[in-house]
């Protein structure tokens, strides 16, 4: 039995979260984690909400409740939603927990005693109306490349040129809207990134299967121009971790909060703590200390491209600059983006379907197919209702459910709803099983690859052997001139609605556990012996006809939702 911790990049805590992000991280772990549990593997699958940073701030003043409530309870409500969707989280923790912010405090304690951080002095934006510094975030004005009018202190959204707050012409605070703004000199810690280099260099270089989105990535900010920069880790924030060098204080950054780039990723770890101190598990560190029990672990991310920076270059600086013996990922799954009908999924404008509005319209299963079967992994995908309407028709409800309804009801009608007896395999069913147990192994490689869609291909590919099977013996025509025939042929079919149930489960959890108990096959394991697992149901074994599996998408209701969700969320 083989050891498996799974992480997928932490959810941001502002709002809830579109398909894109789901795809993009979540989803796909969710599969490669319910894949090795059912293969018999240990597994520790974690995630949690990402709740500090200056998002959060202006998300819980946009709601008129204090951060730390307003983050309380949007963690309430991205785990109901994560549980709608059957993410099967060993524990989804928040980044603002006490184990977080302890474990933060000592990692930076370590970095600091192995040298690995300085600390700078700056020039940042002081509201006087505010009595604060302002990140960049919290600053807009008339961008100087373009002319929008409202830039942040960052970026443009308009012309996306990358910018300072001293490059906006007119600033002015976004949380008071007061242009009584000034320069004014700060300190701050910068992780010392760049001596590390090397180290980092050598690591992913040795990473050769690593998925080439990946390791490009981390090679572009590990070498392109003047290669890999030191970077700030505190800001002059209120909600946060506060700074400290271990258990103490640190001298001149009192009121200073560390970055959430820098506390994000140690929630990891810290989850892991968190899931022991909520009694759902024990010794979280056999799972992330090596001198602990941890060498013998597979640790592996997901995540979407844009995290790839922070988890292949910042984030092993902290692990290997501390100097101690944690668990490093031994591989990084990285996605592109999906795409919305023609353009982006959008956050702030409320474009593209949102995780709580799709479990309105249709049940988890319907999505968990779409989202894996088109999860962008060489390139980005697009998401529209015709192919959405078209996989879910085509896939589920014609290959998959046509064939379970076909057979039991067929079965019932002809003999009863227990499985037929009589009859011996012919060159038909042996040629079946022979093709069955060879696609098993083809999907089995894919998904211990994480080879998400060649995974999804696969399995509908193990769907469509049996329907092609059922075209070929015709049982509705052999009952006629052989019952016995009849009876083996539906034996073999009804035996393969069971092996299809738990090759499935990865996918579409909830339709695959309502066949097995149908078919009162609650306790079938992964099929190490195709042969021996289509003859499992022996003669005689009852069985319920399923009510529909999935249902077909209308016309109607496709254009209904292409209309609702083109633009604006209420």
Sequence with gaps: MARHLITSAIPYINGIKHLGNLVGSQLPADLFARYQRARGHEVLFLCATDEHGTPAELAAAKAGKPVAE????????????????????????????????????????????????????ETQIYSNADGRFLPDRYIEGTCPNCGFESARGDQCDNCTKQLDPTDLINPYSTISGSTDLEERETKHLYLRQSEMREKLGEWIDSKH??????????????????????????????????????????????????????????????????????????????????????????????????????????????????????????????????????????????RGVFMDQALEILPADYWRWWLLSHAPESSDSEFTWENFQSSVNKDLADVLGNFVSRVTKFCRSKFSEAVPEGGDYGPEELALIEDISARVTAYQAHMDAMEVRKSAQELRAIWVAGNEYLQTVAPWSTFKEDPAKAAVQIRLALNLIPLYAVLSAPFIPDAAASLLESMNAEATEWPSDVAAALSALKAGHAFTVPDVTFRKITDDERDEWQEKFAGTRD
């Design 70 to 121: 307003y983050c309380a309870e949007m963690h309430e409500v991205q785990a109901k939603i994560a549980e709608g969707f059957r993410l099967s989280f060993d524990h989804f923790g928040r980044s603002s927990s006490e184990q977080n912010q302890k474990l933060t405090q000592h990692f930076a304690g370590q970095l600091a005693d192995n040298g690995l951080i300085r600390e700078v002095s």
């Design 209 to 350: 299967d690593w998925p080439v989105l990946t390791t490009s990535i981390a090679k572009k900010w590990l070498n392109d121009g003047d290669g890999l920069q030191d970077r700030g880790i505190t800001r002059d924030l209120d909600w946060g971790v506060p700074v400290k060098k271990g258990d103490e204080d640190w001298p001149g950054m009192e009121g200073k909060v560390f970055y959430v780039w820098f506390d994000a990723p140690v929630e990891y770890i810290a989850c892991a703590q968190e899931w022991v101190d909520a009694g759902k598990g024990e010794d979280w560190a056999r799972w992330w200390r090596t001198d602990k029990g941890a060498e013998d672990v597979t640790y592996t991310q997901f995540m979407g491209k844009d995290n790839v920076p922070f988890h292949t270059l910042s984030f092993p600086v902290t692990i290997f600059g501390s100097g101690e013996p944690w668990k490093l990922v031994d591989y990084i799954k990285s996605f592109n983006y999906l795409n919305y009908d023609g353009g982006q999924f959008s956050t702030s404008r409320g």
